[in-house]
């Protein structure tokens, strides 16, 4: 669906995206899992062709995405970061807006947005501004689906969304999906990372790398303990400290680490009461996609 | 042709929901007129005038207190030269001066026909008019009245109306020309420059850009609303100036509005300019006020004449579209000539709207920057 190689952006000197190449398939849920600033939207703009890039080429579709934009305009579904609809027109108006701009009613294609407008057709007669967040980014997809493209591309759309409108939406997509749309998206949340087929994961304009969210989270060669202690402040200084530790994320409760070497749990823990530290708990874990993530993105981090 | 429908109905959609453009789209205009209307005062008392009276007969006595003796006017001089004529005026306290010739009163008897000099300050071309048109009144009146004086029964007062400072009036009912002209760039230019920055600020553009919508149909879209409502707002100026002002057009409705359409396309080609240069809608707003607003009226000479303009000024307001349009408002408005009069300013409209249509459709970006 969409062929990508050593695609090249930069805006004034500073590289947005440096040398990307990806394969996406047909009828997939690929998602670009990466930090704000990682690239992302400049990647969505280059494919929904609203961007140029500096070097390397891509089809979409067999088209090229700067030659037949125009061909592609047709048959992208494009939702951008921010809302981006209009907030003084109601529901019911944004929706046939956009169904009559790409040629086509909201009738014809009512079957492919039914579950989604479902849920926010109460309210069609209300102005979109007025929709709470949930409800915006379903009212947006609806309207990035009413022309029945083949793709949508989707920059962040659960970001302020609340938890259940984030399940709601992933659902939707993957219902989506059974329809032989393909699913672009791209998330800064690692725990949405799941949900995709496929997953990129980019790190400052390079694509670390590309592969099932299992695959990815198996590529973790080490172990990964977990660390909890009262005094979280306190325990992350001490483990900082010890020279056997290889890498030390705070992880909401706990402090993911990780040994250089050997898995020392043991001294650890006594090098910990040693310092004052003697309510310590040391789990050893299975990681997930965010281990992965900070794992790769040590070498050019740290 | 479905497409650019729906798009134009959108726009609507967005005009009609947003108060503030309603209100600058007829609130303006129409509290323009009343302004106008109301500051222009149309009712004259007790203006103050002086007399040069060279005859000083029976008869130029008996006219002078009658024009005394009506509530619209207090003597406050008698005058005894021509020479005093000008100081009278710039005291302030007086708005004209009414010269009897010499022999006044002897002439209208034996001949039946006498002169009769109304001089009126002409920087306050509307007071001049009003003062001017009581005057003569007042006199044929007293004429009818008193056609016995003379034997053969006929007899003939020529007043001869003359205006200190601006001799042709030239000021008069400008504001109309200067209201539409203003208005028209400020609807069309600032509205448009700003529904289009909206978008991108929004995020819509965006949207917009990803779908199979031209720049041609983008523009074209932005801009027939606004061509059919700043039309409206012509004719709403045009009635209320003739409602309140008794205006009517002198000239051909059809080439007013031809012109008027040219204008509009002109000033609308400006807003998409603009919006093409900006960033945000502040910016358009800016520009739009600061680069088109202030230059219209000062420099259009809507306010200050251009022939009294320093020379530079005057080569300025040559790129100013506004300034040819008030030419040509005036023309078919108030002096009622036809287009061999403004085939000039016609033709200087027109290629500037070739040059910003072509302008803004190549400098439309389909893409992001």
Redesign the interface.
């Known amino acids: 669906m969409i062929k990508a190689r050593n695609i090249s952006k930069s805006y004034n000197g500073v590289t947005a995206l440096d040398s990307i190449s990806f394969d996406i398939n047909r009828a997939e849920l690929f998602g670009f899992i990466g930090p704000d600033g990682a690239g992302k939207t400049s990647l969505f703009r280059i494919i929904t062709t609203l961007l140029i890039p500096d070097s390397g080429d891509m089809q979409v579709m067999e088209y090229d995405t700067v030659k037949d934009y125009r061909e592609l305009r047709k048959r992208i579904g494009y939702m951008p970061g921010r809302f981006s609809l209009y907030a003084d027109l109601t529901v019911e108006e944004n929706l046939n807006f956009y169904a009559t701009i790409f040629g086509t009613t909201v009738k014809e294609n009512y079957h492919l947005i039914r579950d989604i407008y479902s849920h926010i057709e109460p309210f069609k007669k209300r102005q979109a501004g007025k929709l709470s967040g949930g409800m915006k980014q379903k009212l947006a997809l609806s309207c990035a689906l009413i022309h029945a493209p083949k793709l949508i591309v989707l920059d962040e759309p659960t970001t302020g969304v609340d938890a259940v409108s984030r399940t709601e939406f992933w659902e939707m997509l993957k219902k989506l999906q059974k329809e032989d749309i393909t699913i672009v998206v791209s998330t800064p949340y690692m725990d949405e990372a799941d949900r995709c087929d496929r997953i990129a994961l980019l790190q400052s304009g390079k694509i670390m790398k590309t592969d099932t969210p299992g695959a990815i989270t198996k590529s973790f060669d080490r172990n990964l303990f977990a660390v909890t202690a009262k005094n979280r402040f306190n325990l992350i200084q001490k483990l900082k400290e010890y020279s056997e530790i290889d890498t030390v994320y705070p992880f909401g409760d706990s402090i993911h680490i990780t040994f250089k070497s050997v898995d020392r749990e043991s001294e650890l823990v006594k090098h910990l009461s040693d310092s004052g530290i003697s309510d310590a708990c040391i789990t050893e874990i299975i990681p997930g996609i965010e281990d992965t993530f900070l794992n790769l993105m040590k070498p050019a981090g740290l | 042709m ?2 650019f ?3 134009v ?2 726009e609507f ?2 005009i009609f ?2 108060v503030r453009t309603l209100i600058i789209l007829f609130g303006i205009p129409a509290s323009q007129i009343f302004i106008f209307g109301y500051a222009v005062s149309t009712d004259i008392q007790n203006a103050g005038i002086a007399v040069l009276d060279l005859s000083n007969d029976e008869i130029t006595t008996e006219i002078t207190s009658r024009i005394e003796s009506s509530d619209f006017f207090v003597l406050k001089e008698r005058l005894q030269s021509e020479k005093e004529i000008d100081e009278a005026f710039k005291k302030g306290v007086i708005r004209q001066v009414i010269i009897f010739e010499n022999g006044f009163g002897e002439r209208l008897q034996k001949e039946g026909v006498a002169d009769l000099l109304i001089i009126a300050d002409g920087s306050e071309p509307n007071v001049a008019n009003l003062v001017t048109g009581y005057t003569k009144s007042i006199i044929s009146t007293w004429v009818s009245e008193n056609s016995n004086i003379q034997n053969s029964g006929i007899m003939s007062i020529e007043p001869e109306v003359k205006m200190y400072y601006n001799p042709n009036l030239e000021s008069q009912f400008m504001f109309v020309p200067g209201t539409i002209t203003i208005i028209l760039v400020l609807v069309c230019a600032l509205m448009t420059s700003i529904t289009i920055t909206r978008e991108k600020e ?3 553009m ?8 031209r720049p041609i149909h983008i523009i074209l879209g932005k801009v027939a609303p606004y061509l059919l409502l700043s039309l409206l707002v012509m004719l709403v100026i045009l009635f209320l100036s003739w409602i309140v002002f008794h205006l009517p057009v002198q000239g051909s409705m059809v080439l007013l509005l031809l012109e008027t359409i040219l204008y509009i396309v002109l000033a609308l080609s400006l807003g998409i300019m603009i919006s093409t240069l900006s960033k945000t809608t502040q910016q358009a707003m800016f520009i739009s006020l600061l680069g088109l607003m202030m230059p219209t009226i000062l420099l259009s000479g809507f306010i200050f004449p251009i022939e009294y303009m320093p020379e530079v000024y005057n080569y300025l307001s040559m790129i100013i579209p506004p300034r040819w349009f008030i030419v040509i408002l005036k023309n078919i408005l108030i002096k009622g000539t036809g287009l061999a009069f403004i085939w000039k300013e016609t033709l200087i409209l027109f290629g500037m709207t070739i040059f910003l249509i072509a302008f803004s459709v190549k400098n439309f970006k ?3 920057q």
């Open positions: 479905k497409i429908i729906g798009f109905k959108k959609l967005h929901r947003d929004n995020g819509t965006e949207v917009l850009l990803v779908s199979p919508l389909v893409r992001q």
